[in-house]
């Protein structure tokens, strides 16, 4: 059996925060595909990858998918691999959280990867908290457990590091911090 490096996909709908995701938690080592559609706003058009080295010497490859349909062809072939998703949502603005919902079915359907649904931008006053937002999740969306609904900040390494430990150990890898 072929051996594959760790990868996580950051998938979500459009301006949820996966290319922030992806920087923070790469630092430096980023390669992002964005196009500017409007003066100073960007969007995704093939997808942003960085690595994360852990303190065991572990290297993670974090990989944000374009989050608009449109490129959604490109969905399946970047999460070939993958040991897990993070799906990112909004919590200032659900007006594209259906988005994420049509990215979700798509990419988990007969598939047996582990995921999490994080609720970014938390530092922002008007953010919806998570005991508020849960009880929508778990009816609207395709996920059964409560402990798979995380708070994050994608502006903090910390945040985004937790989440990914979250979500490796999901899947079964034991990590050294």
């Given at each position: 059996?072929?051996?594959?490096?760790?990868?996580?996909?950051?998938?979500?709908?459009?301006?949820?925060?996966?290319?922030?995701?992806?920087?923070?938690?790469?630092?430096?080592?980023?390669?992002?595909m964005?196009?500017?559609?409007?003066?100073?706003?960007?969007?995704?058009?093939g997808?942003?990858?960085?690595?994360?080295?852990?303190?065991?010497g572990?290297?993670?490859?974090?990989?944000?998918?374009?989050?608009?349909?449109?490129?959604?062809?490109?969905?399946?072939?970047?999460?070939?691999?993958?040991?897990?998703?993070?799906?990112?949502?909004?919590?200032?603005?659900?007006?594209?959280?259906?988005?994420?919902?049509?990215?979700?079915?798509?990419?988990?359907?007969?598939?047996?990867?582990?995921?999490?649904?994080a609720?970014?931008?938390q530092?922002?006053?008007n953010?919806?908290?998570?005991?508020?937002?849960?009880?929508?999740?778990?009816k609207?969306?395709?996920?059964?457990?409560?402990?798979?609904?995380?708070?994050?900040?994608?502006?903090?390494?910390?945040?985004?590091?937790?989440?990914l430990?979250?979500?490796?150990?999901?899947?079964?890898?034991?990590?050294?911090?």
């Amino acid at each position: 059996m072929k051996s594959y490096p760790k990868k996580v996909v950051i998938g979500g709908h459009f301006n949820a925060g996966k290319t922030t995701f992806v920087k923070t938690v790469s630092g430096e080592h980023v390669m992002t595909m964005e196009k500017g559609i409007r003066e100073r706003e960007t969007t995704t058009v093939g997808f942003d990858y960085g690595k994360l080295k852990l303190p065991d010497g572990q290297v993670i490859h974090v990989v944000g998918l374009p989050g608009q349909e449109r490129f959604s062809m490109l969905w399946d072939v970047v999460s070939k691999n993958a040991v897990g998703y993070i799906f990112l949502l909004d919590s200032t603005d659900r007006s594209r959280w259906h988005e994420t919902k049509k990215q979700m079915e798509i990419l988990l359907k007969d598939k047996e990867l582990p995921y999490l649904l994080a609720l970014n931008k938390q530092d922002l006053p008007n953010a919806k908290r998570p005991e508020e937002l849960k009880p929508l999740i778990l009816k609207e969306f395709p996920i059964k457990d409560e402990s798979l609904i995380i708070p994050l900040i994608a502006l903090n390494k910390e945040s985004c590091f937790n989440a990914l430990l979250k979500l490796l150990k999901l899947a079964g890898y034991s990590v050294k911090v």
